[in-house]
């Protein structure tokens, strides 16, 4: 079974430029999380969806951030402008679902965000 | 809020000590609890999910147990190995939401 693919693995750029990630999520799995780490943090949630609908985006800073999930599947976390504390891994993770068994989340590698 | 701390943020063991990685938790309302391995530049990989009702879970040279009333897991890792080093993440699922509460990590060096 293919894993969580992310990509790109790597990003460097200038504060005030915009950036996007991309993620792919395990077939069949209708939960899809982003989340942010900062080196020396654990995963801090920014945006969770359930199909193609937000669940949760409480600690997503929205002046900046933007996520969608068109149709239900892959997934793009956007960052316009860039500022230099964005800088973190960012991680997608999906699962079965949310309840119950089904919950239990898969992360992918990871896209690692350098803002200079 | 939940909060997760994870004590000592590093460690360094000598192959063959078994590993001792502490979790604690504010918030006894949980779920489950789950433990991670995270090695540089990589995702987390799950290690072990334990249950609200378990006490513990056993994979191979992992065990986890979880005392939810004291809000505290214990990742045991025997006969460490050099493969062993990363960092282990513990996280918490709350009830309700099952958002998961995730801890800093601790980073784990078995020297050879």
């Known amino acids: 079974e293919a894993g969580v693919a992310q990509s790109p693995r790597y990003k460097i750029i200038e504060k005030r430029q915009s950036v996007a990630f991309w993620c792919n999520p395990i077939s069949g799995h209708a939960t899809l999380y982003w989340y942010q780490q900062i080196l020396g943090q654990g995963p801090k949630l920014l945006i969770q969806f359930q199909n193609n609908g937000v669940v949760d985006d409480s600690q997503l800073p929205k002046d900046r951030f933007s996520a969608e999930r068109l149709k239900g599947v892959d997934s793009t976390l956007k960052i316009q402008p860039a500022k230099l504390e964005d800088s973190a891994v960012y991680l997608c993770?999906?699962?079965?679902?949310?309840?119950?068994?089904?919950?239990?989340?898969?992360f992918g590698p990871g896209t690692r965000l350098t803002v200079l | 809020k939940q909060e997760v701390t994870q004590i000592p943020a590093a460690l360094s063991v000598p192959e063959g000590e078994n590993l001792v990685l502490n979790c604690s938790f504010t918030d006894s309302a949980i779920y489950n609890l789950q433990w991670f391995r995270q090695d540089p530049g990589k995702g987390l990989t799950s290690l072990l999910l334990i249950q609200s009702s378990q006490r513990e879970q056993t994979s191979g040279r992992l065990n986890a147990s979880l005392d939810k009333s004291s809000g505290r897991s214990t990742l045991y890792i025997a006969a460490s190995q050099p493969g062993d080093s990363a960092t282990y993440l513990c996280a918490v699922r709350r009830r309700g939401d099952y958002k998961l509460s995730f801890g800093a990590g601790t980073t784990v060096t078995v020297r050879a």
């Open positions: 993770a999906s699962s079965l679902g949310l309840a119950g068994l089904y919950n239990e989340q898969f």
